[in-house]
T-cell receptor
Framework: GAVVSQHPSWVICKSGTSVKIECRSL??????MFWYRQFPKQSLMLMAT?????????EQGVEKDKFLINHASLTLSTLTVTSAHPEDSSFYIC??????????FGSGTRLTVV | QKEVEQDPGPLSVPEGAIVSLNCTYS??????FMWYRQYSRKGPELLMY????GNKEDGRFTAQVDKSSKYISLFIRDSQPSDSATYLC???????????FGTGTRLTVIP
């Protein structure tokens, strides 16, 4: 089946630094990538949608200058959390549209900002 | 009103029990319905995928969609401790649209 590789699986960073999270579709071309944020015991909250080669569409309330999304190729999308603060600590998950299963999720990245 | 409503549980059942998980939704345009299983600190994995109304069975899992009531269900027969996870319903109109998720139901199957 379709596989989306997400890295890193966890990261700890200092407040004020930037963190990049990568998602790669390994065996299919991901025409659309979705980025989610998930708080403990809560569901996935859509942050943004990106299509290869175009600017991402951000959901209301999500700061585009803080959460930079790049979808430069059909197999790679990145989310960069800029100037991270403790309140940005969360579980971030990507999902790729494409492949036989329709929507395939990465394994998630647990970000802790100290 | 949320697009998708799901009882967050938690739900605890003994091993071998039949589990019933449910979601309701408000958007009559939704055509595609999925159930995902998510283990702690992992990404969701697709369990069942259903288009429009009807039933779909896959091993111990059965998904039901009742579009007239805007109600979907996932049944797990002969539940196992390895089924302990959070189950998320998701749905959309189709195309390249984003999925709308329920809050997830946390299930524990007790040996």
């Amino acid at each position: 089946g379709a596989v989306v590789s997400q890295h890193p699986s966890w990261v700890i960073c200092k407040s004020g630094t930037s963190v990049k999270i990568e998602c790669r579709s390994l065996d299919f071309q991901a025409t659309t990538m979705f980025w989610y944020r998930q708080f403990p015991k809560q569901s996935l909250m859509l942050m943004a949608t990106s299509n290869e080669g175009s600017k991402a569409t951000y959901e209301q309330g999500v700061e585009k200058d803080k959460f930079l999304i790049n979808h430069a190729s059909l197999t790679l999308s990145t989310l960069t959390v800029t100037s991270a603060h403790p309140e940005d600590s969360s579980f971030y998950i990507c999902s790729a549209r494409g492949g036989r299963d329709g929507y395939t999720f990465g394994s998630g990245t647990r970000l802790t900002v100290v | 009103q949320k697009e998708v409503e799901q009882d967050p549980g938690p739900l605890s059942v003994p091993e071998g029990a039949i589990v019933s998980l449910n979601c309701t939704y408000s958007n009559s345009a939704f055509q595609y319905f999925m159930w995902y299983r998510q283990y702690s600190r992992k990404g969701p994995e697709l369990l069942m995928y259903t288009y429009s109304s009807g039933n779909k069975e896959d091993g111990r899992f059965t998904a039901q969609v009742d579009k007239s009531s805007k109600y979907i269900s996932l049944f797990i027969r002969d539940s196992q401790p390895s089924d302990s996870a959070t189950y998320l319903c998701a749905m959309n109109q189709g195309g390249a649209n984003n999925l709308f998720f329920g809050t997830g139901t946390r299930l524990t199957v007790i040996p």
